[in-house]
Protein backbone atom coordinates (compact mmCIF):
# COMPACT_ATOMS: atom_id res chain seq x y z
CA UNK A 1 0.00 0.00 0.00
CA UNK A 2 2.92 2.61 0.87
CA UNK A 3 4.42 1.66 -2.71
CA UNK A 4 1.12 2.95 -4.55
CA UNK A 5 0.51 5.65 -2.33
CA UNK A 6 4.10 6.75 -3.62
CA UNK A 7 3.40 6.15 -6.71
CA UNK A 8 0.02 7.75 -6.61
CA UNK A 9 2.48 10.79 -4.95
CA UNK A 10 4.64 10.95 -7.85
CA UNK A 11 1.94 10.56 -11.15
CA UNK A 12 0.24 13.75 -8.93
CA UNK A 13 3.93 15.51 -9.63
CA UNK A 14 3.94 14.74 -12.36
CA UNK A 15 0.74 16.03 -13.77
CA UNK A 16 1.29 19.13 -11.51
CA UNK A 17 4.75 19.71 -13.17
CA UNK A 18 3.06 19.49 -16.88
CA UNK A 19 0.50 21.63 -16.20
CA UNK A 20 1.12 24.76 -13.96
CA UNK A 21 3.67 27.13 -13.83
CA UNK A 22 6.85 26.37 -11.81
CA UNK A 23 5.24 22.44 -11.48
CA UNK A 24 8.81 21.43 -13.02
CA UNK A 25 10.59 23.84 -10.56
CA UNK A 26 8.69 21.99 -7.91
CA UNK A 27 9.30 18.51 -9.60
CA UNK A 28 12.75 19.17 -9.55
CA UNK A 29 13.05 20.41 -6.12
CA UNK A 30 11.61 17.26 -4.88
CA UNK A 31 13.19 14.95 -7.04
CA UNK A 32 16.55 16.63 -5.63
CA UNK A 33 14.98 16.67 -1.70
CA UNK A 34 14.77 12.62 -2.16
CA UNK A 35 18.12 12.05 -3.54
CA UNK A 36 17.35 11.53 -7.43
CA UNK A 37 19.92 13.61 -8.67
CA UNK A 38 20.80 11.22 -11.49
CA UNK A 39 17.05 11.50 -12.88
CA UNK A 40 17.48 15.36 -12.86
CA UNK A 41 20.71 14.94 -14.96
CA UNK A 42 18.99 12.65 -17.15
CA UNK A 43 15.72 14.87 -17.64
CA UNK A 44 18.41 18.45 -18.16
CA UNK A 45 20.52 16.03 -20.04
CA UNK A 46 17.32 15.48 -22.85
CA UNK A 47 16.16 19.10 -22.47
CA UNK A 48 18.70 21.27 -21.85
CA UNK A 49 16.23 24.27 -21.32
CA UNK A 50 15.25 22.69 -17.99
CA UNK A 51 18.25 24.27 -16.34
CA UNK A 52 16.41 27.25 -16.05
CA UNK A 53 13.67 25.48 -13.81
CA UNK A 54 16.85 24.60 -11.27
CA UNK A 55 17.13 28.77 -10.65
CA UNK A 56 14.13 29.01 -8.07
CA UNK A 57 16.56 26.72 -6.07
CA UNK A 58 19.47 28.89 -6.22
CA UNK A 59 17.02 31.90 -5.55
CA UNK A 60 16.12 29.77 -2.62
CA UNK A 61 18.83 30.50 0.58
CA UNK A 62 16.03 28.24 2.36
CA UNK A 63 16.87 25.45 0.11
CA UNK A 64 18.12 22.23 2.02
CA UNK A 65 21.85 21.50 1.24
CA UNK A 66 21.01 18.25 -0.37
CA UNK A 67 18.85 20.01 -2.71
CA UNK A 68 21.09 23.39 -3.49
CA UNK A 69 24.51 20.57 -3.67
CA UNK A 70 22.28 18.41 -6.45
CA UNK A 71 21.03 21.56 -8.26
CA UNK A 72 24.53 22.90 -8.00
CA UNK A 73 25.85 19.05 -9.54
CA UNK A 74 23.52 19.89 -12.32
CA UNK A 75 24.79 23.53 -12.71
CA UNK A 76 28.76 22.19 -12.70
CA UNK A 77 27.64 19.46 -15.13
CA UNK A 78 26.24 22.00 -17.56
CA UNK A 79 29.51 24.16 -17.62
CA UNK A 80 30.30 25.98 -21.04
CA UNK A 81 26.43 24.85 -22.49
CA UNK A 82 24.53 27.09 -24.23
CA UNK A 83 22.27 26.64 -21.90
CA UNK A 84 23.98 27.89 -19.09
CA UNK A 85 24.90 30.79 -21.35
CA UNK A 86 21.42 31.27 -22.14
CA UNK A 87 20.75 31.98 -18.26
CA UNK A 88 23.52 34.60 -17.82
CA UNK A 89 20.83 37.65 -17.71
CA UNK A 90 18.66 35.68 -15.04
CA UNK A 91 21.95 34.66 -12.73
CA UNK A 92 23.31 38.22 -13.47
CA UNK A 93 19.90 39.24 -11.41
CA UNK A 94 20.03 36.54 -8.77
CA UNK A 95 23.78 38.28 -7.98
CA UNK A 96 22.25 40.77 -7.21
CA UNK A 97 20.57 38.84 -4.63
CA UNK A 98 19.63 40.15 -1.22
CA UNK A 99 21.24 36.85 0.83
CA UNK A 100 25.22 36.19 0.25
CA UNK A 101 24.63 33.06 -0.29
CA UNK A 102 22.23 33.24 -3.64
CA UNK A 103 24.94 35.74 -4.58
CA UNK A 104 27.47 33.65 -4.28
CA UNK A 105 26.22 30.01 -5.93
CA UNK A 106 25.10 33.18 -9.26
CA UNK A 107 28.38 34.04 -9.39
CA UNK A 108 29.73 30.87 -9.41
CA UNK A 109 27.80 29.52 -12.19
CA UNK A 110 28.43 32.73 -14.08
CA UNK A 111 31.77 31.63 -14.00
CA UNK A 112 31.25 27.93 -15.17
CA UNK A 113 29.02 29.66 -18.24
CA UNK A 114 31.74 30.57 -20.01
CA UNK A 115 29.95 33.50 -21.58
CA UNK A 116 31.53 37.14 -22.37
CA UNK A 117 28.30 38.61 -20.99
CA UNK A 118 28.61 37.27 -17.35
CA UNK A 119 31.66 39.54 -16.84
CA UNK A 120 30.33 42.72 -15.79
CA UNK A 121 27.91 40.90 -13.74
CA UNK A 122 31.13 39.22 -11.75
CA UNK A 123 32.61 42.42 -11.96
CA UNK A 124 29.70 44.96 -9.93
CA UNK A 125 30.02 41.45 -7.36
CA UNK A 126 34.11 42.45 -6.68
CA UNK A 127 33.01 45.30 -4.73
CA UNK A 128 30.02 43.04 -2.37
CA UNK A 129 30.05 43.59 0.94
CA UNK A 130 30.61 39.41 1.60
CA UNK A 131 34.01 38.77 1.33
CA UNK A 132 32.84 35.19 -0.19
CA UNK A 133 30.85 36.48 -2.76
CA UNK A 134 34.03 38.76 -3.78
CA UNK A 135 36.30 36.12 -3.85
CA UNK A 136 34.06 34.21 -5.93
CA UNK A 137 33.23 36.51 -8.19
CA UNK A 138 37.35 37.04 -8.67
CA UNK A 139 37.65 33.54 -9.59
CA UNK A 140 34.23 33.40 -11.74
CA UNK A 141 36.35 36.18 -13.94
CA UNK A 142 39.41 34.41 -13.39
CA UNK A 143 38.22 31.43 -15.27
CA UNK A 144 36.12 33.01 -17.50
CA UNK A 145 39.54 35.24 -19.18
CA UNK A 146 41.36 31.44 -19.20
CA UNK A 147 38.63 30.33 -20.96
CA UNK A 148 38.76 32.66 -22.76
CA UNK A 149 42.04 32.06 -23.67
Request: hydrophobic share 50%.
Amino acid sequence: MADAMKLLDELKLRVRAAGEAGGVADYLHVLLMEGALKTVVDLVDARPELLGELLPIVANPEAGMNVRFGAGAVFERSAGSAALGALVPRLGTLAQHPDARVRADACHYLGLSGSADARDHLRHRLADESADVREIAADSLAELAKAAG
